[in-house]
């Protein structure tokens, strides 16, 4: 079938099946891209309207006991200069970002064994007292099912775990062998099943990376339902094994995000803060491609640089849930416009 063909099935709300997502992927143009992202676009006003929701995200441990190859926290990065907030300091950050008008929380780390199922539930619990209109999401990588059942009951809502990719091959080739994909897999499935919104995603660009295991990864995606789809460009981090790789592009990133859009039309898309870095106005392109969700930066100034996941983060302040206004004026000159509810995914 042509790509032109492909992409109107797609457009039309037939899923294509792998092969002709393979297809897409391999030959995607610049005009086949711009027609992908307005009707993503036309599809998310749709179902979302104008609307683009605002996710304070708290960076509280860039501690981590694990080592993928891409991560700038990664266990054996020798330069990262390691952080952990107190519980009161993420409460605090909380108290701001309620105050700024955020209803959902981000908690993302390292995995960071210091956080012990305990404490992370006691955090969420304090959480959810403190601010009971509020969504709690959970980002801390691989647990057992029993953990994350205790989270569940403590009150978290949702969840965001990146597959990082569907390709069993090309994820041994991003993670040391003490990490299987399969595990990786299980939580995500364990999540769902406990009634977590799950979000999964993937770089797009990572070393390694291939139309088919793009192919994988949007099968994935179609099959798995998720709530949530985080992607943004894999950016390289020094220190890394990956330091000298290339970076992703912006209309790879954009272009899935508008794919991604329109296979799952109630799905919940990030413009990242990644798709923010690697050009000024990612953010705003990624939200005119079909993503509908920002997520500022509410943790304290003082570790915002030191959560480095990737060289030259995206830190200047403006990106930052302090300045919500420049937020608001950015993504008004994109044409939608910031609400404060909670926002919740419309994949049942
Ligand atoms: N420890 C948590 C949070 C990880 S950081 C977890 O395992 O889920 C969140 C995401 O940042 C990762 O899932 C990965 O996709 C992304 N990331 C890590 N290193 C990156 C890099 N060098 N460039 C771009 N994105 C990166």
Redesign the pocket.
């Known amino acids: 079938m042509r790509t032109e063909e492909i992409a109107e099935k797609l457009i039309n709300g037939e899923a294509p099946g792998k092969a002709e997502l393979l297809e897409l992927i391999r030959a995607r143009t610049p005009e086949v891209s711009k027609r992908l992202a307005s009707a993503a676009d036309k599809k998310r006003r749709e179902v979302y309207g104008d609307r683009v929701y605002i996710r304070g995200l708290i960076e509280f441990t860039n501690c ?1 006991k694990n080592d993928c190859l ?3 926290i990664r266990r054996s990065c020798r330069s990262a200069e390691r952080y952990r907030l107190t519980e009161g300091e993420i409460l605090s950050c909380c108290a701001e970002g309620h105050r700024l008008g955020f209803r959902t929380f981000v908690l ?4 960071d064994p210091y956080f012990t199922p305990e404490r992370v539930s006691s955090l969420v619990r304090a959480i959810k007292a403190a601010h009971p209109d509020c969504a709690v999401t959970l ?3 691989e647990h057992p099912r029993e953990v994350y059942k205790l989270w569940r009951e403590a009150g978290a809502d949702r969840y ?3 597959h ?1 990719t569907a390709d069993k091959a090309h994820y041994e080739r991003l993670h040391p062998a003490s990490m299987r994909f399969e595990n990786r897999m299980r939580c995500l499935y364990d999540l769902k099943d406990l009634g977590f919104q799950v979000g999964c ?1 993937m ?1 797009l660009g990572s070393p390694f990376q291939t139309p088919a295991t793009l192919a994988e990864d949007l099968a994935f995606i179609r099959d798995f339902r998720p709530h949530m789809v985080g992607m ?6 020094r220190d890394t094994p990956f330091a000298g790789e290339r970076a992703g592009t912006l209309e790879e990133t954009l272009f899935f995000i508008s794919v991604v859009r329109l296979l799952l039309p109630g799905v919940l898309l990030p413009a990242t803060t ?1 798709l923010g870095t690697i050009d000024p106005q990612g953010r705003e392109k990624g939200l005119q491609a079909g993503a509908n969700v920002l997520m500022p930066n509410l943790s304290p100034t003082a570790v915002r640089e030191k959560y480095a ?2 060289d030259n983060k995206l830190c200047t302040g403006e990106e930052s849930a302090q300045c919500l206004a420049c937020l608001e004026a950015r993504v008004a000159s994109a044409g939608f416009k910031i609400v404060t509810d909670r926002g919740d995914s419309k994949i049942q």
Do not use: T
């Not at 993302?108 to 995995?111: K, L």
């Open positions: 981590c891409y991560c700038g993302q780390g390292g995995e980002s801390v990588g965001l775990l990146r990082e995603g770089m943004g460009p894999f950016i390289p981090a990644a996941l990737y």
